[in-house]
């Protein structure tokens, strides 16, 4: 191997750089801007390629010279000055006539705000807020828990008793109610793009409506992606268009037919840091880097994970999470997840608002059930997912006994290695419970319809 360098770039010679490589994949991109080290493997030298920190140089070049352009006075920048309000905000509905007209805005935010908003009106107020319980939005019927949880009033009492708190959950449903993902989806909507192929992805950067998608659900095939093509891994594709989708909430990744590489997913997690919702099915050539996010809510995974994939999770910051959903492909070389390999997330020092936990597909169930009634971490549950795996008896008897397990809203324990009777006694517990010995079907993911 050649002992020439590659000189790295950095700032606005990165970004000037990157636009006479368009042409070339993600890989070449990362090697001709300096991102790789040169490695010793087998007694011959290996390039390694700095993919992450190749990632954060551009966005942070990018904001940089974002910070620039807004620094410099335009032609038609306004002149400060005056105490003449905007008219923007000087008219506002008020009373309770507007609150009800804001919970029937098709912007979150708003409906939100008038959730707070309605409590300053007594009953009719109150019934508008318990109204919100049933919101097509997530974070609307968050909030409107929030505001009714520490009431004693018995119309308050008996919403929330009747109130599905799985619903709670930030699914994808939450900005394209009519999607399935078992269906999947061929065409875009208003607020969804769908991706099949890389000429819809020119499409769409050519779009006057791509500023207002939400829902990005990528059924790219692996014939799009390759060591020849533009694109190696999806995350490639996802990073190069996220400066138009400054809206973006949700990504859905389907490699169930395609086994497309994905690649690192922090990656869409760094471009877009207004994500709530992100969902990987099958997800081959996997990896995670460290990095904190603030709004990531719900991460469901079905990948071939190892113990080192498990690592980088722990390594994630993610103090919104709420859900999380592991699934692990069986092969005879996989045998997780293990007890000790998922001691760390039972230890509850990981993602602070965690509230739904699922492994799937995995073995040493039984140690693991046991692991989990005596942790931290099950006090905060409300839903937990150990199906598809080799739970027997044993292990089903210790979370039959567990207080903490009757206290969920959710237990799936379906696929495994139960008796009839350990089925019947499980059916009798406070929670929901899903221990049927059928094809594996996860009723309770944020994507089911």
């Not at 909507?189 to 500023?211: D, G, Y």
């Not at 150990?386 to 237990?411: F, H, P, Y």
């Not at 379906?414 to 008796?419: K, R």
């Amino acid at each position: 191997m050649s002992s020439f360098k590659y000189e790295k770039f950095r700032g606005e010679a990165l970004l000037e750089k990157v636009e006479t490589l368009l042409h070339l994949p993600h890989s070449e991109r990362t090697k001709e801007c300096g991102y790789y080290n040169i490695i010793q493997s087998n007694g011959r030298q290996k390039i390694q390629l700095n993919t992450a920190e190749f990632y954060d140089a551009i966005l942070a070049a990018r904001k940089e010279r974002s910070l620039l352009s807004h620094n410099q006075p335009q032609e038609f920048d306004a002149i400060l000055g005056g105490n003449t309000p905007s008219p923007m905000t000087s008219a506002v509905l008020g009373g309770f006539e507007g609150v009800q007209n804001r919970l029937k805005s098709a912007i979150t935010e708003t409906r939100v705000a008038a959730i707070y908003q309605a409590l300053n009106y007594g009953t009719p107020g109150l019934d508008l807020v318990i109204a919100g319980l049933q919101d097509s939005s997530g974070q609307v019927r968050s909030h409107a828990y929030k505001l009714l949880q520490n009431r004693s009033d018995l119309k308050t009492k008996h919403a929330l008793s009747n109130f599905d708190r799985l619903q709670l959950f930030t699914k994808l449903q939450d900005w394209h109610d009519k999607f399935n993902p078992k269906l999947g989806m061929r065409n875009s909507s208003e607020n969804t793009c769908v991706l099949q192929n890389i000429e819809q992805v020119e499409s769409l950067i050519q779009s006057p409506k791509i500023n207002k998608i939400k829902v990005l659900i990528s059924q790219l095939t692996s014939a799009q992606f390759g060591y020849d093509k533009k694109f190696k891994y999806i995350v490639d594709v996802l990073f190069d268009i996220h400066e138009y989708l400054s809206e973006l909430k949700a990504v859905w990744v389907d490699n169930n037919i395609s086994q497309s590489p994905v690649g690192d997913i922090t990656a869409i997690l760094k471009a877009y840091p207004h994500l709530e919702f992100l969902e990987i099915r099958n997800g081959y050539h996997l990896e995670l880097s460290p990095i904190r996010h603030d709004h990531l809510k719900t991460l469901i995974v079905d990948g071939y994970f190892n113990s080192g994939i498990l690592q980088q999770i722990y390594k994630l910051e993610l103090p919104a999470l709420e859900y999380l959903d592991l699934g692990f492909f069986k092969s005879p070389n996989n045998n997780l997840p293990n007890a000790t390999e998922v001691a760390p997330m039972f230890s509850g020092n990981f993602f602070p608002n965690l509230k739904y936990l699922g492994f799937r597909g995995g073995r040493n169930y039984n140690k693991i059930a046991t692991a989990l009634t005596r942790s931290a971490l099950v006090h905060r549950l409300i839903g937990l997912d150990l199906s598809d795996g080799n739970l027997g008896d044993k292990g089903a008897e210790v979370l039959l006994n567990s207080s903490a397990i009757n206290r969920l809203q959710i237990l799936n324990v379906s696929q495994n290695c139960l008796t009839k009777d350990m089925v019947q006694k499980l059916s009798k517990l406070k929670c929901k419970v899903n221990a049927k010995s059928q094809k594996y079907y996860h009723r309770y993911s944020p994507t089911w319809e």
